[in-house]
């Protein structure tokens, strides 16, 4: 075995021991979480760069000695530092490693070339950090390795006095020094393959935001503080957190787990760290902080809330250990309280929807019930003085009618209510029209609920603008048939028939005035069913009906 071999596998067993300690260094959670991030706080930058100049150091310490000069790996340690965090790593612990090369040895025969390529080799590794693709950093890291000490040979050579020294030196220390450069291969290989875990990581922090969010999703189509707090408890269980809460900008909107007894839903926010988060925008970790109300608490998760890129509340993570709040954990929230945020959204959506069109059918139920109380006032009055007895009988009718109106709302009510409140209806018309209207009803057994006022107004529209349109009798048939998935309810007459320009109209929302009890129920069937009203023209008279799917009953 020549000595040159020797050296290199001496230089290896250095760079072995620089390989064992980064090994056990990203097993070390926190470590490991700096070695993940994208960016780094100046605190981390600057343990990091503190890691690796001693490293460098330590290379230089560990040198074998070689008639003045160090078989080292110190030219190893600051490429990979360089090429693992970026420049001012490389730089700084090339300068450092660099300037202790010349310190200890001063006007030896290699310290200053050793100081000259110290310091190229931070620059170049901070370099390839920047410029290279991140799955080639190790092979351009064991080409820069090499270019570094083929330089400091040079350097060496050029500087040497005699320089038949020099060229001994370097015939002596070239190869080792050269081919243990493949050790930054080695290395960056080693700590990129724990950078390689982020993808998993993030797919799985994915996977489990998805899977609370699915969780979740039942109790954000109506936001209240029973359904937030339900929310909140998924959250704190799928996570293994102690407690998790959910402001808006003001107040507490639930709180559930350990400490839960110092918060009253609704209570205004006290927290000044939530109040910073809210303020700018931006979450807040901390992993060993005392709070005044539950001081078992000690790491702490604040994660904002945005609709339209404002701050709407947030979302709070506790646990009681120290430390807890881990890269992953963070970055699982934040996904969740996208999530969330979006989520929230849209149920807010929805119930400002779902309040419009609560608001659009009382309006058009408004609208109803003066337009037929107008009619029975008309054939009470006319009854009164020629039929005393009928008179009070259709008072009687029309009480019913005003006392089901009143009675009702938007809900569903049973088909037997409304068709009571429809012959109430007829028999007002029928003393009004007499021998003219005939009433048939066709009503299959179902157990069947329907909007209020539905079917009133359209058996309405085909007296009024069918049979009383045409001289002579007329009938209008009211018919509720189960089709087997379907429940149709349909009104047909024989009366003069609606015309097509009406039905446009209808379909196009222009219809005209003396229309406006079809049009309302079109857009109430609409609201609530999803389409409006069929319309088919007969030979003679006009069929209308609307169909209900079962299961949405």
């Known amino acids: 075995m020549n000595t040159s071999l020797e050296m290199l596998i001496h230089l290896f067993e250095r760079a072995a021991l620089l390989l064992i300690c980064l090994f056990f260094m990203i097993r070390i959670p926190r470590f490991k979480e700096s070695l993940q991030k994208d960016r780094h706080s100046m605190t981390e930058r600057l343990v990091i760069t503190l890691m690796f100049c001693l490293f460098a150091i330590f290379g230089t310490y560990s040198g074998i000695n070689v008639e003045g000069s160090l078989v080292n790996i110190?030219?190893?340690?600051?490429?990979?530092?360089?090429?693992?965090?970026g420049p001012w790593v490389g730089?700084?612990?090339?300068?450092?490693?660099?300037v202790h090369r010349y310190l200890i040895d001063i006007g030896g025969i290699t310290s200053v070339p050793c100081l000259i390529t110290s310091i190229i080799a931070g620059i170049v590794s901070g370099y390839i950090n920047r410029k290279v693709k991140r799955s080639l950093r190790w092979i351009y890291g064991i080409a820069a390795g090499m270019f570094c000490e083929i330089l400091t040979m040079l350097l060496i050579l050029a500087m040497a006095e005699p320089f038949s020294l020099g060229l001994d030196i370097v015939?002596?220390?070239a190869f080792p020094m050269i081919a243990g450069a493949v050790n930054i291969g080695l290395i960056v290989l080693l700590v990129m393959s724990v950078e390689g875990e982020k993808e998993t990581i993030a797919a799985r922090q994915a996977k489990l935001s998805l899977d609370i969010a699915n969780k979740t999703l039942p109790y954000f189509r109506s936001i209240n503080s029973d359904s937030l707090r339900k929310i909140c408890s998924i959250i704190k269980d799928d996570i293994k957190a102690d407690a998790v809460a959910i402001t808006d900008i003001h107040n507490v909107l639930a709180y559930v787990g350990f400490g839960e007894e110092h918060y009253r839903i609704g209570q205004e926010i006290i927290s000044d760290l939530t109040k910073e988060a809210?303020?700018?925008?931006?979450?807040?970790?901390?992993?060993?902080?005392a709070d005044h109300h539950t001081p078992q608490?000690?790491?702490?998760?604040i994660v904002p809330f945005e609709e339209h890129g404002e701050v709407t509340g947030t979302l709070k993570i506790y646990y009681r250990k120290a430390y807890k709040m881990t890269y992953s954990l963070q970055t699982m929230a934040i996904g969740l309280s996208q999530i969330i945020s979006t989520l929230m959204e849209v149920s807010r959506i929805e119930q400002i929807k779902e309040a419009a069109n609560k608001a659009e059918l009382k309006a058009l139920q408004t609208k109803i019930n003066p337009h037929f109380l107008f009619n029975a006032l008309n054939a009470i009055a006319s009854t009164t003085r020629r039929n005393p007895d009928k008179a009070r009988e259709l008072i009687i009718n029309l009480s019913g009618y005003m006392r089901y109106n009143l009675e009702v709302s938007d809900e569903l009510i049973d088909i037997h209510k409304e068709l009571n409140q429809v012959h109430d209806y007829v028999e007002i018309e029928k003393a009004r029209f007499g021998s003219r209207l005939t009433i048939v009803y066709d009503i299959d057994e179902v157990d069947l609920k329907i909007p209020s006022l539905l079917i009133q107004p359209l058996v309405e529209n085909a007296i009024i603008h069918g049979i009383l349109k045409r001289k002579g009798p007329g009938i209008v048939s009211i018919s509720i048939k189960d089709l087997g998935k379907k429940i149709r309810v349909s009104v047909k007459d024989t009366g003069a028939?609606?015309?097509?320009?009406?039905i446009d109209q209808l379909k196009h929302d222009t219809v005209p005035a003396n229309k406006i009890g079809l049009y309302n129920v079109h857009q109430r069937v609409k609201l609530i069913f999803g389409h409006g009203l069929v319309i088919r023209r007969l030979s003679p008279g006009t069929e209308?009906?609307?169909?209900?799917v079962k299961e949405k009953l």
């Open 544 to 548: 209308v009906f609307f169909e209900m």
């Open 74 to 85: 110190r030219i190893i340690a600051v490429v990979s530092g360089g090429i693992l965090f």
């Open 91 to 98: 730089i700084i612990s090339g300068v450092v490693s660099g």
């Open 278 to 289: 809210i303020r700018n925008g931006k979450f807040i970790i901390r992993n060993q902080i």
């Open 171 to 173: 015939s002596k220390i």
């Open 497 to 502: 028939g609606i015309s097509e320009e009406v």
């Open 297 to 301: 608490i000690h790491s702490l998760l």
